[in-house]
């Protein structure tokens, strides 16, 4: 070999040498937890590569192997990439204005310190707020979610922000996290891609909708334009932007029609058998027919015996009973009156007729033999639905959804292998779910707050011997609310956020409204049905904002100028905790750098996807002066305890008027020093995690060391992670809703079924009591185009839009696929500049010119920064962020809030805009 060919080798070998290797994920909202093998070298991470460290779990099922996607595999090079934060920052000019000085870590903290203490003293603690994130792994969370516990302050939650709550998964079941493990999808016969894109945005999972294909799947795309996920389907079905809902009515009404629906599954799990007084189209209750009886047990027809029964409110099971699916009855109330009472199948059956195929194929652009033979097949087969989260982005999203499982329940689609709605995924992991309520560390400890667990969950339990452990799950959770920080942001938006106009225009809003929206906020508040969770209250001005690894200026929905000009300007201090120089951190006060995953030890949230934990270690110390959101809030901890000192502030009520004190802050951040360390966290999140029963042995931080991961083992005694409702086998692909199916185990909702009547008097007001379709608003004004979204192909959301690898993987710029015919008719050219406007406003973006998007439609992906357009003016500039007023609902049975939960979200898919060429 010569002299240039053995240098060259020596070169590559050298590129490919490291002195370690760890394990390492990166902890994004890509609901995966991929497992990476990161090598570095003198303190440097050298590169990356997908660790295939997972068995298969079930015989004849592929195993999950590799798990990974090309951001992944870039993410190293974020570690050094141009826009990361190094050092401490003040802000020297006006805000926005992009002129900082390093300051010393004391020196920051001491100045987020005096602001907390000062807008405790001047406006109490829910004055300073947080903004919740799912971005950054459960050791970005557990830091800001414990330090603002202590000191009382708000936390926002973070799926009103985001608006990734499936609210029609909600109303029907009960609950919102329904997704299987992402393995069973081999069991399917027919997998509905709908409303997603998972070639772009299920990178790691995807291929399991190939591999169910080659064992037999047929593969159908449900889209507006020919998605890239089309090209995985054996069919492609064109349906226009927003009518999914009407779609999936007519499919059920095929199935109804022609008597191809699943009796037996709609007698056991849903609400069709229930009987409602025709006259109110109210549930008939007992309070209805006896003297003193419950308010929430519910009635049936029984054939075999041709009387009024009561439906069982412990288990889905009818055993000896035939409960009527349809005809019309009499029934004698308490106060001697007679009333007709209808199964709920009758009414729906009359709400189907408005979805023929034929009238519904108007209104989606479906051809009505398409409709009928998809239910015909649905019928016959296993089936699921694919589902991300494009749908709760939608105004009427929630109908849509709601449509979609009616469509699963009519074909007797959810709890056995291959079936179900892929949505949603959170599983639980109890060691995270235990941390706060733990007064010193150890496992004695764990199994004392477990046992205190037990006890309120039995006393809850006996109060309502019928309720199943998710139901108490979910009381339990209800209890610790008012005592806890989160507050559905929709509240702090319209009070202090300058949203109250935006949301009161009719023109924008559901035309079936018979109030503003104001009006509709004002009375539910008067009610009480968030009593306790409007926080701050509107008359608490925000002094502090903390913003920890979320980027609310790129994506807040209703434009950034709407924060910019309404809180901003009332906030004395703003904080920023990230990795890099976001939108949000260029408006802040103070920004504080953080450690990126591979600098520092975390876990991923629980996810059911891969039914795995997410492990990421240290692989090097952190760039510059960057720290751990943990090393951040313990340093701040101590900070505010000698400011609060020095500031003779140390005692305070907080806004439950509950004594608070600041003068042990320190030593109860790390529960007197016993978590002084992340890695005593972990550690402690683990080890409590197996006593609890959702890990298994090896699920020790040793053991995560050495293999990467480890699966879980059950399903912990806490909500979420019961809601999957299923058996948790070593050799068994985990289905969601079997313990339903199999077992009888009632639903979390008000009548313990999956409900599709809801009879509450402002969905009933809105004419949603059953799914329906309704138009989507003409949110922006009256445009001849529809602007839809999802993920970009190359970023999770903005997380890796400065990643200088990427970016070369793309343009480079945002754009906007414009079909052919809208830029033909408008002189568009592939490539344009053009102004997309609106009546909220306008944003400059290049075209994209393509065939794939259908007329009428034009497609911007999401994640894009604001500096990457002119005037920084991004796509948020047209969404008016409006938010559905009947979700202002509350105190209905399952219709209340809980963290992550069912409240009101704002739409920010499907708005209306002229593009023009600039
Ligand atoms: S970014 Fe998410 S999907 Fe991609 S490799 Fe990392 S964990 Fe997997």
């Known amino acids: 070999m010569t002299t240039t060919g053995t240098a060259s080798l020596d070169r590559y070998r050298k590129r490919w040498s490291w002195e370690k290797a760890t394990f390492g994920t990166h902890c994004l909202n890509c609901l995966a937890t991929c497992p990476y093998r990161v090598f570095s070298a003198d303190g440097k991470v050298l590169f990356e590569e997908p660790a295939a460290v997972f068995d298969q779990v079930e015989a004849g099922v592929p195993d999950m192997n590799p798990m990974s996607c090309q951001k992944g595999s870039a993410w190293s090079v974020q570690l050094t990439a141009p826009d990361r934060l190094l050092h401490p920052l003040r802000r020297v000019g006006e805000r926005g204005s992009g002129e900082w000085e390093e300051i010393s870590w004391d020196e920051a903290l001491g100045e987020a310190a005096d602001a907390i203490v000062e807008a405790i003293d001047l406006e109490g603690p829910e004055s300073v707020v947080f903004e919740e994130t799912v971005e950054g792994g459960l050791l970005t969370q557990a830091p800001y ?10 936390t926002l939650d973070a799926n009103g922000l985001i608006n990734d709550f499936p609210a029609g998964h909600h109303i029907t079941f009960g609950k919102f996290s329904c997704a299987s493990s992402v393995d069973d999808t081999f069991h399917t016969e027919l997998i509905l891609i709908w409303h997603s894109n998972p070639s772009y945005t299920s990178i790691p999972y995807a291929h399991y909708i190939t591999e169910a294909r080659y064992h037999g799947s047929r593969v159908v795309c449900i889209a507006p334009d020919y998605s890239p996920s089309s090209l995985m389907g054996d069919t492609y079905v064109p349906i226009k932007a927003s009518t999914d809902a009407a779609f999936a009515l007519s499919m059920c009404q095929v199935i109804l029609e022609e008597g191809l629906e699943k009796t037996d599954f709609l007698r056991s799990q849903t609400d069709f058998p229930l009987l409602v007084i025709a006259s109110t189209r109210r549930f008939l209750r007992a309070n209805d027919v006896v003297s003193g009886g419950k308010e929430d047990q519910f009635y049936w027809w029984d054939e075999v015996a041709n009387a009024l029964t009561e439906a069982p409110r412990g288990t889905l099971d009818p055993e000896a009973v035939r409960p009527a699916l349809s005809g019309k009855f009499s029934v004698t109330l308490v106060d001697g009156t007679t009333v007709e009472v209808v199964p709920v199948a009758e009414l729906m059956r009359e709400r189907l007729q ?19 033979e998809l239910a015909r097949e649905a019928s016959r087969k296993r089936t699921k639905i694919i589902e991300g989260f494009n749908t709760p982005k939608y105004y009427h999203g929630d109908l849509m959804e709601r449509a979609m499982c009616l469509f699963l329940a009519v074909t007797g689609n959810w709890g056995v292998p291959g079936t179900g709605i892929q949505g949603l995924a959170l599983a639980g992991l109890d060691g995270y779910m235990l941390f706060g309520m733990k007064q010193k560390p150890g496992v004695a400890e764990t199994i004392r707050v477990m046992e205190g667990i037990e006890g309120a969950i039995a006393s809850i339990g006996s109060q309502d011997p019928e309720a199943s452990d998710e139901m108490v799950g979910y009381e339990l959770l209800q209890r610790g609310l008012l005592s806890g920080t989160a507050s559905p942001p929709a509240f702090f938006h319209f009070y202090h956020c300058g949203y109250k106009e935006t949301w009161n225009r009719a023109e924008w809003s559901d035309p079936t409204m018979k109030r503003s929206f104001e009006d509709y906020v004002n009375d539910a508040v008067r009610r009480g049905w968030w009593g306790g969770l409007v926080k701050p209250g509107p008359s608490t001005d925000p002094q502090v904002l903390f913003i920890v690894a979320t980027n609310p200026i790129r994506r807040q929905r209703g434009g950034s100028d709407t924060l910019l000009q309404n809180l901003w300007p009332k906030l004395e201090k703003v904080i920023v905790v990230d990795t890099r120089m976001s939108a949000t951190a260029l408006q802040a006060d103070i920004v504080l750098p953080a450690a990126m995953q591979y600098e520092r030890i975390n876990l991923q949230y629980a996810i059911t996807h891969s039914f795995r934990v997410g492990f990421s270690d240290q692989a090097v ?12 809030f313990r340093a701040l901890s101590e900070k505010v305890q000698e400011r609060a000192a020095a500031q003779g502030v140390n005692e305070y009520l907080d806004g439950r008027r509950q004594p608070r004190r600041l003068d042990n802050l320190a030593s109860a951040f790390t529960l007197n020093g016993a978590y002084e360390s992340e890695e005593a966290v972990v550690d402690q999140w683990l080890r409590d995690s197996i006593e609890a029963g959702t890990l298994p042995e090896d699920g020790t931080l040793q053991s995560l060391r050495e293999k990467g991961t480890t699966r879980f083992s059950g399903l912990g005694m806490f909500a979420p992670g019961l809601s999957l409702a299923a058996n948790v086998e070593p050799d068994k692909t985990v289905t969601a809703f079997q313990w339903h199916v199999e077992d009888f185990v009632p639903f979390p909702t008000l009548t313990h079924r999956a409900q599709f009547l809801i009879d509450h008097p402002w969905f009933q007001e809105a004419d949603e009591d059953l799914p329906r379709h309704k138009d989507t608003p003409k949110m922006g004004g009256d445009y001849p185009l529809l602007l839809t979204s999802g993920h970009s ?13 990427l970016s070369g993987t793309h343009r480079g710029e945002p754009l906007a696929i414009v079909s052919a015919e809208d830029a033909r008719s408008r002189g568009i050219s592939d490539g344009d500049l053009i102004k997309v406007r609106n009546d909220r406003g306008s944003y400059e973006i290049r075209a994209k010119v393509a065939p794939r998007v259908r007329p009428g439609q034009v497609i911007v992906y999401n994640g894009w920064e604001p500096h990457m357009f002119s005037d920084w003016k991004g796509p948020n500039e047209v969404e008016p962020g409006m938010v559905k007023w009947l979700h202002l609902v509350s105190r209905y049975g399952h219709l209340r809030y809980l963290p992550f939960g069912w409240q009101p979200v704002p739409a920010d898919r499907a708005v209306f805009v002229e593009v023009a060429k600039v």
């Open 354 to 372: 408005e979805y023929v195929p034929e009238r519904a194929s108007e209104i989606c652009g479906v051809n009505p033999s398409v409709i009928r």
């Open 145 to 154: 979610l414990r330090f603002a516990g202590l000191i009382g302050a708000v």
């Open 621 to 632: 110390q952190p760039q510059g002066e960057a720290r751990s959101e943990w090393q951040i």
């Open 793 to 805: 192909r190359w970023t999770v959301h903005a997380v890796s839009m400065g990643n200088p690898t």
